[in-house]
Nanobody
């Protein structure tokens, strides 16, 4: 089992920044990648960014490229999502997830990000 706890959400004005954190515990040695998804009310959950745990290679959705950066601290078993130049359409519940053997197997409880115009 892997437990994920997110933090760092909040209310920010458009153009502002936030940094989300996600601390993993438990069987962290089994994690292949960690990622962030988001879900706005009435919409499907969508991919935001992903980082390969061992090598550090990153991937991001086109909608956030150039604004959001995913990173990790292996020693702390923590993944971060630095979000800059936030837009109202970024308002969502953001979820941290851990990928094990090609499956997003574990999810955090979510942290709310609200961007005001």
């Amino acid at each position: 089992q892997v437990q994920l706890v997110e933090s760092g959400g909040g209310l920010v004005q458009a153009g502002g920044s936030l940094r989300l954190s996600c601390a993993a515990s438990g069987r962290t040695f089994s994690i292949d990648s960690m990622g962030w998804f988001r879900q706005a009310p009435g919409k499907e959950r969508e991919f935001v960014a992903r980082i390969i745990w061992s090598g550090g290679r990153t991937y991001a959705a086109d909608s956030v490229k150039g604004r959001f950066t995913i990173s990790r601290d292996i020693a702390k078993n923590t993944v971060y999502l630095q979000m800059n130049n936030l837009k109202p359409e970024d308002t969502s519940l953001y979820y941290c997830t851990a990928q094990i053997q090609s499956s997003w197997s574990y999810w955090g409880q979510g942290t709310q990000v609200t961007v005001s115009s």
